[in-house]
């Protein structure tokens, strides 16, 4: 079963509009992380928010953590084409494993 | 000076073949992983080896097998292949299980036919 949970599942935005995803999740965690993945493509980890972490930036990137709620989102600010992929948030829990969510699929028309 | 290199990239068998996906990773790691991803793009862990100790093996079919020859390599070998086994299969690495981000290979798309 999932771990993670994505919503939206697909996002459709302008070029230079803000994209949030949010991610939830069922267990207790070590560390949530995020992934994006080109279309026939690897996935390439993006941010890495430990649990006593309540947000993270990177560029373009926000991440928020909310262990009470068991979610967490991704912001993308001032998107671009070139962002368009799908993003995975993936939980380290138990076992020290990363189990992943199903994704969300955002593209950015230019 | 690819990180974590799989091949073949395209798998096209019948079923009731037996397959190899070979991976390596030159980024030093202590740990590697193979994912499965369906059509739906739903990633699951099928196994992780930890500097050659198999230390997770998720519910897969005793068809599949990993074998890490060194801490650089971890092959997954298929036997009796069977068409739900279609799937992209992704290798990774990181350098501490769970602790670090995953670097992950380009992916070997397997389709039985």
């Known amino acids: 079963s999932q771990q993670g949970e994505e919503d939206p599942q697909a996002l459709s935005i302008q070029e230079g509009e803000n994209a949030t995803m949010n991610c939830s999740y069922k267990t207790s965690i070590n560390n949530l992380q995020w992934y994006r993945q080109n279309s026939g493509r690897g996935l390439v980890h993006l941010i890495l928010i430990r649990s006593n972490e309540r947000e993270k930036h990177s560029g373009r990137l926000r991440v928020t953590l909310d262990t009470s709620k068991k979610s967490s989102s991704l912001l993308i600010t001032a998107s671009r084409a070139a962002d368009t992929a799908s993003y995975f948030c993936?939980?380290?829990?138990?076992?020290?494993?990363?189990?992943f969510g199903g994704g969300t699929r955002l593209m950015v028309k230019p | 000076d690819t990180a974590v290199s799989q091949t073949p990239k395209y798998l096209v068998t019948q079923m009731g073949n037996d397959k190899s996906i070979k991976c390596e990773q030159n980024?030093?790691?202590?740990?590697m992983y193979w994912y499965k991803q369906d059509s739906k793009k739903f990633l699951k862990i099928m196994f992780s080896?930890?500097?050659?100790?198999?230390?997770i093996n998720e519910t897969v079919p005793n068809r599949f097998s990993p074998k890490s020859p060194d801490k650089a390599h971890l092959n997954l070998h298929i036997n009796s292949l069977e068409l739900g086994d279609s799937a992209v299969y992704f290798c990774?690495?990181?350098?501490?299980?769970?602790?670090?981000?995953?670097?992950f290979g380009s992916g070997t798309r397997l389709t039985v036919v």
């Open positions: 980024l030093g790691h202590d740990t």
């Open positions: 080896y930890n500097n050659k100790e198999l230390i």
């Open positions: 993936a939980t380290d829990g138990a076992g020290n494993m990363l189990t």
């Open positions: 990774a690495s990181s350098q501490r299980q769970g602790s670090y981000g995953y670097t």
